[in-house]
């Protein structure tokens, strides 16, 4: 795969997420009002929700890529796995430290164990292990195919985890939470939300194409490394 | 809760973000940045032996 | 019929060499009972205490040891090329899959035969009628994580800091079970039968969902 036109891919994707990004924070913190019960702190939930959103996506995507994979064998839709995975991990760390700053002051408790905040912790775990385990594997077809084992049995286990939580939490009353949160948001509400959306989905972008770029860059680095005959320096 | 312990939260909250954000973009960038050096160098080198 | 054969041939290989070591059953055995001793001091735990938290000192006994177990399963097969020489014969891929999660299943099961009695011994429980109920959920939470726990050692023998590598990959992973296994187990200790079958169909349904992909998937672990 060519280099450049990615690069230039990437570059054009970051330009546009920055003005998109410029363009949210005017709608959070100017354009739409306080909201009257939470206050100011609710307007981290413009970001918070769009990262919540992205990081699914991110890993559905390494999933995608991890199947395709292993049915056709080639390198870009290892590449693609391994960023997507990536830059969810990113986004779902956003998201597991920005709702418990907003949990805080809304319910009172930084952290409760109910069904969606188990699964996005879980979530977590599993794909910060998939990087791990990637981490720890040599480059090669072999860590292509291990991976993509467990981006298929990881996204797998998302529904059923969720499935289980959502059982044992009807068993322990848990604390009464998320009172209209997305049941009727204001317009100017509804509109700053969908900015944000947007905003964020094109930050995920860019973030993955520079990803993929230098994942490329990384391979072109070991392929003249090979040609030259030269030991790469080792790395940690 | 007062206002100003809200808009500690607000900020705390954001500076989660710009803090993961710009962390990961270093991180990146970083290594974009030595990749770009290796493949300069290598190309040179390769060069050389050639002519 | 040469699937089932194959996978007997797995299956009593690693018998045969776990009967000649022992180790990975003594290692497992003495493991769990630690952990519950362990955690009858951190929690010295009174008789209402036991009902409710047993049930997770049990399974982070059970779980924890099977990873042991699982551990030594690849770790054995990757010295002296023996998992090469397994992949040499003309045996489907999946029949080694299944032969050696049953191999697993068994020697984790065994480990479990033994230590419930220790269990019931050490925080004085009585128990008569629930044993047959104890008994299956025991065996559908080893069954799911054993099945995902095999496929998921034979990833993690290929890498650097193996040990480390299987706990963090499978724990995620087999949350459902986890938490399956406990609340039925609690359920069944505190003689409750609401929501008890809602969570067995779920932990079967677990099983099911993982043997099918494991096998499916083994075939790309086990690729040079």
């Given amino acids: 795969m060519r280099i450049e036109p990615l690069h230039t891919a990437a570059n054009v994707a970051a330009v546009v997420a920055w003005g998109a990004i410029l363009g949210a924070l005017y709608m959070v913190f100017q354009y739409v009002p306080m909201e009257r019960t939470m206050g100011n702190v609710q307007r981290i939930f413009y970001f918070h929700v769009p990262s919540a959103m992205v990081s699914f996506l991110a890993f559905f995507i390494c999933f995608l890529a991890s199947v395709a994979y292993l049915i056709t064998r080639r390198r870009g839709l290892d590449i693609a796995a391994a960023a997507a995975a990536e830059i969810g991990v990113v986004f779902c760390s956003v998201v597991l430290i920005t709702g418990p700053i907003w949990a805080k002051p809304i319910w009172g408790i930084w952290w409760t164990w109910d069904a969606r905040l188990t699964t996005t912790l879980v979530l977590w775990l599993i794909y910060v292990a998939y990087l791990m385990l990637r981490a720890y594997l040599p480059e090669g077809a072999r860590r292509a195919n291990l991976a993509a084992v467990v981006g298929i049995l990881g996204f797998l286990d998302v529904p059923i985890v969720y499935m289980s939580i959502r059982w044992w939490r009807t068993q322990h009353p848990a604390p009464v939470i998320m009172g209209g949160k997305g049941s009727g948001l204001a317009p100017d509400m509804a509109l700053t939300f969908r900015v944000c959306m947007v905003a964020i989905l094109c930050l995920f972008v860019a973030l993955l194409l520079r990803r993929i770029v230098v994942e490329l860059l990384q391979d072109e680095v070991d392929h003249l490394y090979r040609e030259a005959d030269v030991a790469p320096p080792e790395r940690g | ?51 | 019929m040469v699937f089932l054969h194959q996978l007997f041939t797995i299956f009593m290989k690693d018998l045969r060499l776990e009967w000649r070591t022992r180790e990975a059953m003594s290692a497992m055995l003495l493991f769990a009972l630690l952990v519950l001793v362990i955690f009858n001091f951190a929690f010295n735990p009174d008789r209402e205490l036991v009902l409710l938290i047993g049930p997770g000192i049990l399974w982070v006994a059970f779980t924890f040891a099977g990873v042991l177990g699982l551990n030594r399963a690849f770790a054995a097969e990757q010295e002296n090329g023996c998992l090469a020489g397994v992949l040499l014969t003309p045996m489907d891929r999946g029949a080694i899959y299944l032969g050696k999660w049953l191999a697993n299943l068994l020697f984790t099961l065994v480990a479990e035969a033994i230590l419930l009695p220790f269990f019931v011994l050490f925080f004085n429980l009585e128990l008569t009628h629930e044993i047959p109920l104890l008994l299956l959920v025991c065996l559908l939470g080893t069954i799911g994580f054993t099945a995902v726990g095999t496929l998921l050692a034979a990833i993690s023998a290929n890498t650097r800091l193996r040990e480390v590598m299987l706990p963090v990959l499978l724990f995620p992973i087999i949350v459902p079970v986890i938490v399956g296994a406990v609340e039925s187990t609690g359920l069944i200790l505190n003689q409750q039968t609401e929501g008890l079958a809602g969570f067995i169909r779920m932990l079967a349904l677990y099983d099911v969902i993982f043997l099918v992909t494991s096998t499916l998937l083994f075939d790309f672990v086990l690729e040079e």
């Fill in chain 2, 1 to 51: 809760m007062s206002p100003d312990k809200f808009l500690d939260f607000l900020f705390a909250g954001y500076g989660a973000f710009w803090t993961i954000l710009f962390g990961y973009l270093g991180m990146i960038f970083s290594r974009q940045r030595r990749l770009l050096r290796e493949v300069e160098e290598l190309r040179r080198e390769l060069s050389q032996r050639k002519g």
